[in-house]
């Protein structure tokens, strides 16, 4: 996942749920209980789906005309990719 928001060039903050109880209390605010989870401007994509991310991503660019994409990813190693 961190990989591929890197080679996107899309910055993103990365937290560790094992280690960030409020991050943890986020996802299951939402009802998620698996990492990783992206949240782009409130969409949430669960796990490493590049095709949803793409998409998502894709949307988010056209809205803001090229502007900068910022993303959130949650996971055990860390990361929320959240806007």
Known sequence: MKEF????QIPFEERDVTRDPEALAELEAMGVFTT???VVDGTVVIGFDRARLEVVLEQRLAEE???????SESGPEGGDARS
Do not use: D
Not at 65 to 71: I, M, Q, V
């Open 5 to 8: 928001l890197h080679q996107k």
């Open 65 to 71: 005309k090229g502007g900068p994409e910022r993303a």
């Open 36 to 38: 990783p989870v992206t």
